[in-house]
């Protein structure tokens, strides 16, 4: 089942979470809803103790039955680790679609990087997940999504584009890439083992400069097109699959969002900020680890190149906060201000080591998008915060409201956003894709795991920098 198909299946919900005097009377005694130890997937004893650690020193007892159901949701749940050919191998899923995304696989086992010095196995683990994304990289790096069977054919064989077995979606989008460079280079500063980064993930980076190249579409269209037969008009591409026109200035097109909703202008400006630091984290590794100085020089170049073209075509002047970055451009004038609840978005920014926290134009756009002047700025009677298209108008993103909190330029800011958090998982104890914003029981995806690590992440980084914050 693919996302959009999951969307109406569980958008709205209710029905089976309507809150009765019962569940409200479990929610107050904090059932338990986490997976029953004997049918975990993956025991971490490092995420365990800061479990422990947090519900143990902290005074709001709701938020750190959460933080124990959240965290560890992802080893909980969606991991399958094994050995292929002497070398730790690991296929996440999100959670209820039986697929490895690169970007989804990735967020979802980076917030555990910290932990691994006291956790061997969790390091071998994440050290699988590196290794599965080489090899998905290496199989088609246009695609979003992957089988664990390289054999496997998708629903999705139909589309018209360049399917092969083993891929279950092929939406290019820009931040997959990116995601999959973040996580490894994370782990290398994290554990300073080098084993992960082969010939096959040294080929796999020269494949991603490579795909980079062609999607700036300097010369021509470049090799990637896709359509699809289908009601929703985000799940295609215009063009005859390769999108609407943009000008070749030097950006990188990305015919879709994280959202895996196709773009309407080509230049996605959060994902191009995320390539100028994924290349330029790229550079550093195969320079260091592999020797490659050709390979690192060549990155480096593309990240400048993009970055030189992102001041001079990004930036926009708007009517009421002044200068900001859009969310997509074309170069030829044209922009689309807002923001998305997925990430990487304009609101993510900082966290992803694009601009620092206290870029003024940074600061500007995050008035505007934490605003009713963002057309998906959703404000009702259960909660305000970031939205987006790909669920639909009113549906507050969870994501969203992490990635507030991770990047609050206030301690007032941050409170918020985990008091609304808390208040909107609708008794179940965990993160959703998206809830009413009139109505939290409302909600779609009752399992999507990258939510609910991500969370856990918000928690355990108040945790340490401002404790008083949990009590």
Request: charged share 20%.
């Amino acid at each position: 089942m693919n996302r959009r198909q999951f969307i109406q299946h569980t958008t709205l919900i209710a029905s089976t979470v309507a809150l009765s005097p019962s569940l409200l009377a479990a929610e107050r005694t904090f059932p338990l809803v986490r997976v029953a130890e004997a049918k975990r997937k993956f025991k971490s004893a490092a995420v365990e103790r800061a479990i422990a650690k947090v519900q143990s020193k902290i005074g709001n007892q709701e938020l750190g039955w959460m933080f124990g159901n959240c965290f560890p949701n992802t080893l909980d749940t969606t991991v399958e680790f094994s050995i292929i050919a002497g070398r730790p191998d690991t296929y996440v899923i999100t959670g209820d679609i039986d697929a490895m995304w690169q970007r989804d696989s990735s967020a979802q086992v980076y917030p555990y990087l910290s932990l691994m010095r006291d956790d061997a196995p969790l390091q071998q683990l994440i050290a699988g997940v590196i290794n599965r994304q080489t090899r998905n990289v290496l199989l088609d790096p246009y695609a979003n999504a992957f089988y664990k069977d390289a054999t496997k054919e998708s629903e999705w064989k139909s589309d018209f584009t360049d399917m092969k077995p083993g891929v279950h979606e092929r939406k290019w989008e820009i931040d997959s890439l990116c995601y999959t460079i973040r996580l490894a280079h994370g782990y290398w500063k994290y554990s300073g083992d080098t084993t992960p980064f082969d010939a096959a993930w040294h080929n796999a980076i020269e494949i991603i400069l490579k795909t980079f190249r062609e999607q700036q579409r300097i010369e021509n269209k470049g090799p990637y097109h896709f359509m699809r037969r289908t009601e929703w008009a985000t799940d295609s591409l215009p063009g005859r699959g390769y999108g609407n026109p943009a000008k070749p200035v030097g950006l990188i097109r990305s015919m879709f969002r994280p959202s895996d909703d196709a773009t309407i202008f080509p230049y996605l400006v959060p994902s191009n900020f995320f390539a100028v630091v994924s290349l330029r984290q790229a550079a550093e590794m195969v320079a260091t680890i592999r020797g490659d100085h050709n390979l690192a020089n060549q990155c480096r170049a593309l990240a400048n190149e993009v970055e030189k073209a992102l001041h001079e075509h990004a930036i926009v002047q708007h009517p009421h906060a002044g200068k900001v970055f859009a969310f997509e451009v074309d170069a030829f004038g044209n922009y689309y201000c807002t923001d998305d609840g997925n990430i990487p978005n304009l609101l993510s920014l900082p966290y992803l080591g694009a601009v620092k926290p206290d870029d003024k134009i940074y600061l500007n756009t995050r008035k505007l998008l934490l605003s009713p002047q963002n057309p998906y700025w959703c404000e009702g009677k259960a909660a305000s915060g970031l939205g987006g298209p790909h669920v639909g108008v009113d549906m507050i993103w969870p994501l969203g409201v992490v990635i507030e909190g991770l990047t609050a330029t206030s301690s007032f800011e941050l409170k918020r956003c985990l008091t609304t958090l808390q208040s909107t998982h609708a008794g179940t104890g965990f993160m959703h894709e998206a809830f009413h914003k009139d109505d939290a029981k409302k909600f779609t995806r009752s399992w999507f795991a990258w939510a609910n690590t991500i969370f856990g992440e918000l928690v355990w980084k108040t945790f340490n920098e401002h404790p008083q914050l949990l009590d």
